[in-house]
């Protein structure tokens, strides 16, 4: 399986400072948004910041019929991919996302003074895709309730200046729904219908939620470790590195496991590979990994003098040491370019490294050093903080 649409478009280097040009694998951010085209088809499948554009190719490679509407990102919450697809319960075989939601309603602009909160009761209490979302709840979590009379929830996210509070937004689209003639809905702090009001700037997007915490989950993860990875985050570094069946995979700081894992159920490879150098990190990931995804490897090893041969493996995905729960920056000054020069000895011509870490500005001086230019360079939130995917090709040496 190799990714289509994978745009590489001109940009610069995330963070303050110059720099050698890179190139980013997202349009720009900070770019205004364009009005959403609504229909009732559209699902939004949350991912972390930053990766909405992984996830929204994720779905137009392995889903099909989806195709893009748009992308929204909340710093600090989740990116937003939004989709539209026929079955929304198609949606819930991406790994790259954490939560589905099925559009109720739109509007924009909604004002940013009181009036703002008269337009969002309107909103809510007229939205228009409630019934098709409450089908596509079932589709997607067979067994959740419906009929005449349901319980509510309203949660809401903004971002921008507003003359309202937060609350108040959430008090408007509550009372809105309340008002609706289709059934006898009631505000309740456990219910099991959940309104997502997400107000970005003058743009309001109410959705119902569809899946619940166990898409996020994974049945493999029976052993966790501290710093362990997002399975949806390191599903889509995995995704990142353009699987194809031929590939041996290396993730030489493999942690739980949880990147060889996700890359085993993305498609075929020849052979997974992984190590640490922690006995515990290695006892998890052989946990994790139980007597699935064959053929795979995992060595008790330092990934900076790798007992592998030159040219070994075809692809590097891996969540490099960020030197905050464990070690340091000076820790990681001397590390990384002991793991860079062993990540390209072991890589063979053409192969492709896709790396993850906070530190970005070590990332970009080594980078000019070793003359590398990454590929893509992905700005995200990874549970609050701050990191970078570097995606990058070795075509010569
Ligand atoms: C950021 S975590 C990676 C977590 C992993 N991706 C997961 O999902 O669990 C870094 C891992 O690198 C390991 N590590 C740090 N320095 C190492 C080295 N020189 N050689 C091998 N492993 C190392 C740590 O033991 C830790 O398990």
Same mark, same amino acid.
């Given at each position: 399986?190799?990714?289509?649409?994978?745009?590489?478009?001109?940009?610069?280097?995330?963070?303050?400072?110059?720099?050698?040009?890179?190139?980013?694998?997202?349009?720009?951010?900070?770019?205004?948004?364009?009005?959403?085209?609504?229909?009732?088809?559209?699902?939004?499948?949350?991912?972390?910041?930053?990766?909405?554009?992984?996830?929204?190719?994720?779905?137009?490679?392995?889903?099909?019929? /989806?195709? $893009?509407? =748009?992308?929204?990102?909340?710093? %600090? &919450?989740?990116?937003? !991919?939004?989709?539209?697809? @026929?079955?929304?319960?198609?949606?819930?075989?991406?790994?790259?996302?954490?939560?589905?939601?099925?559009?109720?309603?739109?509007?924009?602009?909604?004002?940013?003074?009181?009036?703002?909160?008269?337009?969002?009761?309107?909103?809510?209490?007229?939205?228009?895709?409630?019934?098709?979302?409450?089908?596509?709840?079932?589709?997607?979590?067979?067994?959740?309730?419906?009929?005449?009379?349901?319980?509510?929830?309203?949660?809401?996210?903004?971002?921008?200046?507003?003359?309202?509070?937060?609350?108040?937004?959430?008090? /408007?689209? $509550?009372? =809105?729904?309340?008002?609706?003639? %289709? &059934?006898?809905?009631? !505000?309740?702090?456990?219910? @099991?219908?959940?309104?997502?009001?997400?107000?970005?700037?003058?743009?309001?997007i109410l959705a119902i939620r569809l899946s619940d915490d166990r898409m996020r989950q994974?049945?493999?993860?029976?052993?966790?470790?501290?710093?362990?990875?997002?399975?949806?985050?390191?599903?889509?570094?995995?995704?990142?590195?353009?699987?194809?069946?031929?590939?041996?995979?290396?993730?030489?700081?493999?942690?739980?496991?949880?990147?060889?894992?996700?890359?085993?159920?993305?498609?075929?490879?020849?052979?997974?590979?992984?190590?640490?150098?922690?006995?515990?990190?290695?006892?998890?990931?052989?946990?994790?990994?139980?007597?699935?995804?064959?053929?795979?490897?995992?060595?008790?090893?330092?990934?900076?003098?790798?007992?592998?041969?030159?040219?070994?493996?075809?692809?590097?995905?891996?969540?490099?040491?960020?030197?905050?729960?464990?070690?340091?920056?000076?820790?990681?000054?001397?590390?990384?370019?002991?793991?860079?020069?062993?990540?390209?000895?072991?890589?063979?011509?053409?192969?492709?490294?896709?790396?993850?870490?906070?530190?970005?500005?070590?990332?970009?001086?080594?980078?000019?050093?070793?003359?590398?230019?990454?590929?893509?360079?992905?700005?995200?939130?990874?549970?609050?903080?701050?990191?970078?995917?570097?995606?990058?090709?070795?075509?010569?040496?």
């Amino acid at each position: 399986m190799r990714p289509r649409h994978l745009t590489l478009v001109p940009g610069k280097w995330p963070g303050r400072g110059s720099g050698r040009r890179a190139r980013w694998a997202e349009p720009d951010p900070r770019a205004r948004a364009q009005r959403l085209k609504i229909s009732p088809e559209i699902v939004i499948a949350h991912t972390q910041p930053g990766l909405e554009g992984v996830a929204i190719r994720e779905a137009l490679n392995r889903i099909a019929g /989806a195709r $893009e509407i =748009g992308r929204r990102s909340i710093a %600090d &919450r989740n990116g937003m !991919a939004l989709l539209r697809v @026929e079955r929304a319960q198609s949606l819930t075989r991406m790994r790259c996302a954490e939560d589905l939601f099925a559009l109720a309603a739109y509007l924009r602009p909604l004002a940013p003074d009181q009036s703002g909160l008269e337009q969002a009761r309107k909103l809510a209490r007229n939205a228009p895709f409630v019934e098709t979302a409450l089908a596509r709840r079932l589709e997607v979590t067979p067994g959740s309730r419906s009929g005449r009379r349901l319980d509510f929830r309203v949660l809401v996210r903004t971002t921008g200046v507003h003359d309202y509070r937060r609350v108040d937004l959430q008090k /408007a689209i $509550e009372q =809105g729904i309340a008002e609706r003639g %289709d &059934r006898r809905w009631r !505000a309740a702090e456990n219910a @099991e219908v959940e309104f997502w009001a997400t107000l970005l700037d003058d743009e309001l997007i109410l959705a119902i939620r569809l899946s619940d915490d166990r898409m996020r989950q994974r049945d493999y993860k029976v052993a966790h470790f501290p710093g362990s990875l997002r399975p949806s985050v390191a599903a889509a570094m995995a995704f990142l590195s353009e699987p194809a069946d031929d590939d041996v995979v290396l993730d030489p700081l493999c942690g739980a496991g949880t990147i060889l894992i996700e890359r085993a159920h993305l498609g075929r490879y020849r052979m997974l590979l992984g190590g640490d150098r922690d006995p515990q990190a290695l006892a998890a990931a052989r946990e994790n990994v139980g007597p699935r995804y064959q053929p795979i490897a995992l060595r008790q090893w330092d990934a900076a003098t790798l007992p592998l041969k030159d040219g070994e493996v075809t692809r590097i995905v891996t969540n490099l040491p960020w030197g905050r729960k464990s070690g340091s920056h000076p820790d990681n000054r001397r590390l990384y370019p002991k793991l860079l020069a062993e990540f390209r000895r072991v890589l063979a011509p053409g192969g492709l490294m896709v790396l993850m870490t906070s530190e970005t500005r070590l990332m970009r001086e080594l980078f000019q050093e070793c003359r590398i230019v990454p590929g893509a360079i992905l700005a995200v939130t990874v549970l609050g903080a701050s990191a970078s995917i570097f995606v990058c090709r070795f075509d010569a040496r």
